[in-house]
């Protein structure tokens, strides 16, 4: 058998389904299969440290043989990057300037979607790192509006940066055309620093959305529960990651009662099956797993372990 | 006492340059490159708008992205959300531009 099917696998679904359960199961199966792996958690509440039973933070840490974990921590993460800017900034312009436009840097800091915006940088930083030493990524993102909104960025901001790229050009050439006669205008129009970093950024995007779009170099899957809304939550998500392009590899159907569970469970298990039946009718043609509804939650490696064991049987 | 001569020399002939390249500029050039020169200045208004729009509050989906550009206009930024504030009206504006003499 292969040691893995793609470079880059994300977990996603509504929250209490079992994704970082599945992403973690996901992640140690490679890992014993001896491929390199990375497990990234995105969502803004960690459970991976309780699930793998190792302690992770907002760095590269090992767990065992083969396996790093980090939590990715949106704010520190925020904090850096307004902080880098600050730096950048004292070494252009001088401190009186940077004092005057200190409350427009708080406002895009506390703007909804920073903390994506973050996360989402983050990501494309930890793709890059592909091959050394890590062979496979495993990401487990954030509940499902959340994540959606961070995947289809790419696309969006694309075509907005291309615009806004077009419109700076434009006005550095009428610079350039009245800076003949104008030095201090001309030098507006040389070495544009702004091109430049809006050029760096879309690149980044175009990576980023070449990784995502390559059903060869990533795939989603769907973590959900034989319940109603998850189903109709899981059918809209699919249809969304599907019009950006993303590749969605199949679903994770978690807890599934299992018929020896008892006289209590028998309307439930009924419902179940009827449940069943419509993801497989409405998600046909995909990959399906099925995972039985466990004794207790799953704690530490050797649980996560045998987990890794039941996915196994089908190759994700 | 020759070189002192000869720097006097070059210093009035620069005063004369300079006053000759004026002239030239303000009666030919400068009223020709106005509109150019104002074009230029829209433009970077509309660039400026485009990436720090939420700073006059119009929602933009990256600010936090934008962000990383703001030191190099951060000059320009005070004088931009004066100006774009304090416009009256943009017909006026537009038709500044035209020399209808």
């Known amino acids: ?316 | 006492m020759h070189e002192r001569w000869t720097g006097k020399l070059k210093k009035a002939w620069g005063a004369v340059w300079e006053f000759v390249w004026l002239f030239v500029f303000g009666t030919f050039l400068d009223k020709r490159t106005a509109a150019i020169r104002k074009e230029a200045w829209d433009m970077n208004d509309n660039v400026m708008l485009l990436l720090f729009g939420d700073y006059l509050g119009l929602p933009n989906p990256v600010s936090y992205y934008t962000l990383e550009i703001l030191p190099y206009l951060a000059e320009d930024m005070l004088p931009w959300q004066r100006r774009i504030m304090n416009r009256q009206s943009v017909v006026a504006e537009k038709a500044a531009q035209y020399d209808f003499t």
Request: charged content about 25%; some cysteine.
């Open chain 1, 1 to 316: 058998m292969e040691k893995m099917n793609r470079p880059f696998t994300f977990f996603g679904g509504k929250g209490g389904t079992g994704k970082t359960t599945c992403s973690a199961a996901y992640a140690a199966m490679l890992a014993r299969r001896g491929c390199k792996t990375l497990l990234v958690s995105t969502d803004p509440a960690h459970s991976l440290s309780d699930i793998v039973g190792a302690a992770l933070d907002n760095t590269v840490r090992p767990i065992r043989e083969n396996l790093w974990g980090i939590e990715i921590d949106a704010a520190e993460e925020a904090r850096r990057y307004i902080g880098e800017i600050q730096d950048k900034m004292l070494a252009i312009v001088s401190p009186v300037i940077v004092d005057e436009i200190k409350q427009q840097m708080e406002i895009a800091y506390t703007s909804p979607g920073s903390e994506e915006a973050a996360i989402f940088d983050k990501f494309v930083e930890l793709m890059d790192t592909l091959g050394n030493p890590y062979e496979a990524v495993v990401f487990d993102t954030a509940p499902t509006g959340h994540t959606l909104r961070l995947l289809s960025l790419p696309k969006i901001l694309g075509a907005w940066i291309e615009n806004l790229i077009a419109k700076r050009r434009k006005s550095v050439a009428l610079f350039e055309m009245v800076g003949k006669f104008d030095k201090d205008l001309m030098k507006r129009a040389v070495n544009d620093p702004v091109i430049e970093s809006l050029t760096r950024r879309q690149q980044r995007f175009e990576r980023s959305r070449a990784y995502l779009t390559n059903p060869e170099a990533s795939a989603f899957f769907f973590v959900l529960n034989a319940e109603r809304m998850p189903i109709l939550e899981t059918a809209r998500a699919v249809e969304l990651l599907e019009k950006f392009g993303i590749s969605v590899g199949g679903l994770v159907v978690n807890r599934i009662i299992p018929p020896e569970a008892g006289d209590f469970f028998a309307d439930r298990l009924a419902a179940q099956e009827e449940y069943l039946q419509e993801i497989e009718r409405r998600f046909g043609g995909r990959k399906i797993l099925r995972l039985p509804l466990l004794r207790s939650d799953v704690r530490g490696m050797e649980q996560v372990g045998a987990v890794a064991d039941l996915m196994e049987s089908l190759s994700l």
